[in-house]
């Protein structure tokens, strides 16, 4: 079975602009969660979403936001790009609330210039 | 509030020397806990978990794992290690109602041939 995927692997962006990644569950998964892993900060929450509600939200500012989709798809959006928004991003799925493990995808690697 | 603690940012064994890698956590109730595995460029695999049960737990690749309460530790072993097993291991905790882990910071293994 398909595992997590995420488009894009790699981006560029420059300073200012808005970026929108994308994250495939594993099929039949319908807990989505989105972390943002630096070298200075290492893995951190950003956000969890289970049948389109978001059920928690780590501490980043407003700008990363997400949502998912009735398919179980989901999204995020980073507005108005920092050079500190430089870092791997990771989605991961589970069935429900991931207390079992959530399985991860390969990441998008974003970089702003 | 809940943390997780890696002391070892970095260890380096002989290839079929036994390892061990240790992980601290802080949280009230009893834990999910979780290992899991990074290759560099790609995303967490989860190795093993705990949640219940019998404290010594399996996990894949011959890894396992032991819960000790009494020292809120979950450390990871393996007798013989291999290769292939150079990577960054990451221990996290998770909790009911939370849908989110935290996670350690992280303990690159490096194996020499």
């Known amino acids: 079975k398909a595992g997590v995927t995420q488009t894009p692997r790699y981006l560029i962006k420059t300073r200012g602009q808005q970026v929108t990644l994308s994250c495939s569950p594993i099929?039949?998964?319908?807990?989505v969660s989105w972390y943002q892993q630096t070298p200075g900060q290492g893995l951190q929450f950003l956000f969890e979403?289970?049948?389109?509600?978001?059920?928690n939200k780590g501490n980043f500012p407003g700008r990363f936001s997400g949502r998912q989709f009735s398919n179980s798809r989901s999204e995020m959006n980073v507005s108005t790009l920092e050079l500190g928004d430089s870092a791997l991003y990771l989605c991961?799925?589970?069935?429900?609330?991931?207390?079992?493990?959530?399985?991860f995808g390969s990441g998008t690697r974003l970089t702003v210039v | 509030a809940q943390s997780v603690t890696q002391p070892d940012i970095h260890i380096t064994v002989s290839e079929g020397a036994s390892l061990e890698l240790r992980c601290n956590y802080s949280?009230?109730?009893?834990?999910?806990l979780f290992w899991y595995v990074q290759s560099p460029g790609q995303g967490l695999q989860l190795l093993l978990k705990?949640?219940?049960?019998?404290?010594l737990v399996q996990g894949i690749k011959g890894f396992e794992a032991e819960f000790k309460r009494s020292q809120s530790s979950f450390n990871l072993r393996k007798p013989s290690v291999h290769w292939s097993d150079a990577a960054e291991y990451f221990c996290?905790?998770?909790?009911?109602?939370?849908?989110?882990?935290?996670f350690g910071t992280g303990t690159r293994l490096k194996v020499l041939a």
């Open positions: 991961a799925s589970s069935p429900d609330s991931g207390l079992y493990g959530y399985t």
């Open positions: 099929s039949g998964h319908r807990s």
């Open positions: 979403y289970f049948s389109e509600t978001q059920r």
């Open positions: 949280y009230g109730a009893t834990p999910y």
């Open positions: 705990y949640f219940s049960g019998d404290t």
């Open positions: 996290a905790v998770g909790s009911s109602g939370t849908y989110k882990y935290i």
